[in-house]
């Protein structure tokens, strides 16, 4: 069975950073594009990163390039989401999936982790 588990989301203040870890199985991870989206309360969840699947190409939303780093590990089978200079609007579920190529497009990921929720104070 296809799992994709995330870690390292909190609480943290406004301007700190977190770390997201996307921890997957052989199969998925090496054979996929892989991405992170978000859904804040109320509102419908949003492309955030995605990195292709040689690790790269890396792709992001305009609201948080230069604050974000999509990353993968092979030899880990784990992508990472570094998030720094973190502002409230941030806060969100965040999710990571897995696609045949890198998209900005949910409904293009196949596999889906349970989400991680990263809330951001000001």
């Known amino acids: 069975q296809v799992q994709l588990v995330e870690s390292g989301g909190g609480l943290v203040q406004a301007g700190g950073s977190l770390r997201l870890s996307c921890a997957g199985s052989g199969r998925t991870f090496s054979g996929n594009a892989m991405g992170w989206f978000r859904q804040a309360p109320g509102k419908e969840r949003e492309f955030v990163a995605a990195?292709?699947?040689?690790?790269?190409?890396?792709y992001y939303t305009d609201s948080v390039k230069g604050r974000f780093t999509i990353s993968r590990d092979f030899a880990k089978n784990t992508q990472y989401l570094q998030m720094n200079g973190l502002v409230p609007e941030d806060t969100a579920v965040y999710y990571c999936a897995a696609a045949p190529r890198a998209s900005y497009f949910q409904d293009e990921y196949d596999y889906w982790g349970q989400g991680t929720q990263v809330t951001v104070s000001s």
């Open positions: 990195i292709n699947r040689s690790g790269s190409s890396t």
